[in-house]
C-alpha cells in the first residue's frame, strides 16, 4: 500500500495516452490527453505518457494517481503495447495507487485484472445516454454525490463483457450492463466519457455519420439528442480532488 507522510505539494499525476482521435476533431479541439488536462485540477503536477507509443513511466509508485484514456484501438487484439500497459496498471492497483480508466482504460483495467473486453453483441453505443447508478455507488467516494441517473457522452464498440473476480459493478444502463466499477479501493473503471464536451460529442456523431447509416442507427437523431453531461464530467475533478487529499 502507498504511504505518504503529510504533505503541501501538488500530488503527482501520469495520464497514460493510448491513442489519438480523428484528425478533423485533433484540429478543433485537441487530442485526448488535451481533454482530460482541462477537466483535471489545475492543482496536480500532471504528466502525459503516450502508452501506444511504448512509454510506461517508472513505477507505478512513483505516481500519486494514473488515468488512462480512451483509443481508437480494441483491448481484445492485445497489442504488446497495451498488454505491457496492462501489466503496469495491474501493479498500480495492488499497490492501492488511484487509478481511473476511460472507455478503452476501462476495458483494459477490466481484461489486466481478469476480465474480459470485446466486442458488444449489440454493437455501438454512441451520443448523450442516460447512465444509473447502482445501490453501491452510494458509498463510493467518487461516486456518492451523484444521482441516480445523469447523461453521459458515450462512443464505444467494445465493452467490459466481464468483470474481473471482486469488482464492485457502480453504473449500467439499458444498453451496458458494465458502465463504471470499482476494484480495490481506488481503481475505477468508467466506460463513458468524462472528458467528453457536448461539442465534441457532435463532432464524433457527424464523423461516424456514414458508419452509423451502415449500422442501421439514426446519426440526425443522436445529434439532436446530443446535450451537456456536467455530473459524468465532474468524475474528473472528484478524482482530482481525491488524489490530492490522500496525500495531506
Same mark, same amino acid.
Given at each position: 500500500?502507498?504511504?505518504?507522510?503529510?504533505?503541501?505539494?501538488?500530488?503527482?499525476?501520469?495520464?497514460?495516452?493510448?491513442?489519438?482521435?480523428?484528425?478533423?476533431?485533433?484540429?478543433?479541439?485537441?487530442?485526448?490527453?488535451?481533454?482530460?488536462?482541462?477537466?483535471?485540477?489545475?492543482? +496536480?503536477?500532471?504528466?502525459?505518457?503516450?502508452? /501506444? *507509443? @511504448?512509454?510506461? &513511466?517508472?513505477?507505478? %509508485?512513483?505516481?500519486?494517481?494514473? =488515468?488512462?484514456?480512451?483509443?481508437?484501438?480494441?483491448?481484445?487484439?492485445?497489442?504488446?503495447?497495451?498488454?505491457?500497459?496492462?501489466?503496469?496498471?495491474?501493479?498500480?492497483?495492488?499497490?492501492?495507487?488511484?487509478?481511473?480508466?476511460?472507455?478503452?482504460?476501462?476495458? +483494459?483495467?477490466?481484461?489486466?485484472?481478469?476480465? /474480459? *473486453? @470485446?466486442?458488444? &453483441?449489440?454493437?455501438? %453505443?454512441?451520443?448523450?445516454?442516460? =447512465?444509473?447508478?447502482?445501490?453501491?455507488?452510494?458509498?463510493?467516494?467518487?461516486?456518492?454525490?451523484?444521482?441516480?441517473?445523469?447523461?453521459?457522452?458515450?462512443?464505444?464498440?467494445?465493452?467490459?463483457?466481464?468483470?474481473?473476480?471482486?469488482?464492485?459493478?457502480?453504473?449500467?444502463?439499458?444498453?451496458?450492463?458494465?458502465?463504471?466499477?470499482?476494484?480495490? &479501493?481506488?481503481?475505477?473503471?468508467?466506460?463513458?466519457?468524462?472528458?467528453?464536451?457536448?461539442?465534441?460529442?457532435?463532432?464524433?456523431?457527424?464523423?461516424?455519420?456514414?458508419?452509423?447509416?451502415?449500422?442501421?442507427?439514426?446519426?440526425?437523431?443522436?445529434?439532436?439528442?446530443?446535450?451537456?453531461?456536467?455530473?459524468?464530467?465532474?468524475?474528473?475533478?472528484?478524482?482530482?480532488?481525491?488524489?490530492?487529499?490522500?496525500?495531506?
Amino acid at each position: 500500500m502507498q504511504q505518504n507522510a503529510p504533505t503541501n505539494r501538488k500530488a503527482r499525476v501520469v495520464v497514460l495516452k493510448t491513442g489519438t482521435t480523428y484528425p478533423d476533431i485533433r484540429a478543433r479541439f485537441g487530442d485526448f490527453d488535451e481533454w482530460f488536462l482541462r477537466g483535471l485540477s489545475d492543482e +496536480l503536477d500532471i504528466t502525459v505518457a503516450n502508452a /501506444e *507509443a @511504448g512509454e510506461l &513511466p517508472g513505477n507505478p %509508485e512513483d505516481w500519486d494517481g494514473i =488515468v488512462v484514456t480512451g483509443s481508437p484501438a480494441m483491448v481484445s487484439d492485445r497489442a504488446e503495447w497495451s498488454e505491457n500497459a496492462g501489466r503496469w496498471l495491474v501493479k498500480a492497483v495492488r499497490s492501492e495507487v488511484p487509478v481511473l480508466g476511460v472507455c478503452y482504460g476501462h476495458q +483494459l483495467l477490466a481484461h489486466a485484472l481478469g476480465g /474480459e *473486453a @470485446g466486442y458488444h &453483441p449489440n454493437g455501438r %453505443e454512441t451520443g448523450t445516454h442516460e =447512465v444509473e447508478l447502482l445501490p453501491e455507488a452510494a458509498s463510493d467516494v467518487l461516486f456518492l454525490e451523484l444521482p441516480e441517473k445523469f447523461p453521459a457522452q458515450l462512443t464505444h464498440r467494445q465493452s467490459v463483457l466481464r468483470l474481473p473476480e471482486g469488482a464492485v459493478l457502480l453504473g449500467r444502463n439499458q444498453f451496458e450492463p458494465h458502465q463504471a466499477f470499482r476494484i480495490g &479501493p481506488c481503481a475505477w473503471g468508467v466506460q463513458f466519457h468524462p472528458e467528453f464536451t457536448d461539442a465534441i460529442m457532435s463532432a464524433y456523431l457527424k464523423v461516424q455519420a456514414p458508419d452509423l447509416a451502415r449500422e442501421g442507427l439514426d446519426a440526425e437523431a443522436l445529434i439532436a439528442g446530443v446535450k451537456p453531461a456536467p455530473d459524468a464530467s465532474s468524475l474528473l475533478s472528484r478524482f482530482s480532488r481525491f488524489v490530492q487529499d490522500r496525500i495531506r
